[in-house]
Nanobody, 122 residues
Framework: QVQLVESGGALVRPGGSLTLSCAVS????????MGWYRQAPGKSRELVAG???????NYPDIMKGRVTISKDRAKNTVILQMKDLKPEDTATYYC????????????????WGQGTQVTVSS
């Protein structure tokens, strides 16, 4: 059974930084593509960053240059580092495991965490 538990969400001021973690069980992050998504109220869920089984990276434009995704193989965890946060980054951030990797783009699987709230406000 695949389980994902996100943590690290918080209230942060504009321009601040935050690191989110996704603890994964039931699937090995080292052997699988992984992704981070976000969903703001009233909006659809959108990809923030993806990483392939070979650690290739996919950064859509929405946060490109301000996020870094990585894997901690020893802890079977996926990390999302975010900087220069803006109020429009306010959303619930979700981890996704074992999705597709096609032509350098991550596609979501059925496996989602419960999400962690990030609020950017002064």
């Amino acid at each position: 059974q695949v389980q994902l538990v996100e943590s690290g969400g918080a209230l942060v001021r504009p321009g601040g930084s935050l690191t989110l973690s996704c603890a994964v069980s039931g699937i090995a992050v080292k052997n699988n593509p992984m992704g981070w998504y976000r969903q703001a109220p009233g909006k659809s869920r959108e990809l923030v960053a993806g990483i392939s089984s070979a650690d290739l990276l996919n950064y859509p434009d929405i946060m490109k240059g301000r996020v870094t995704i990585s894997k901690d193989r020893a802890k079977n965890t996926v990390i999302l580092q975010m900087k220069d946060l803006k109020p429009e980054d306010t959303a619930t951030y979700y981890c996704n495991a074992g999705g597709s990797w096609i032509s350098g783009h991550y596609g979501a699987s059925q496996y989602w965490g419960q999400g962690t709230q990030v609020t950017v406000s002064s």
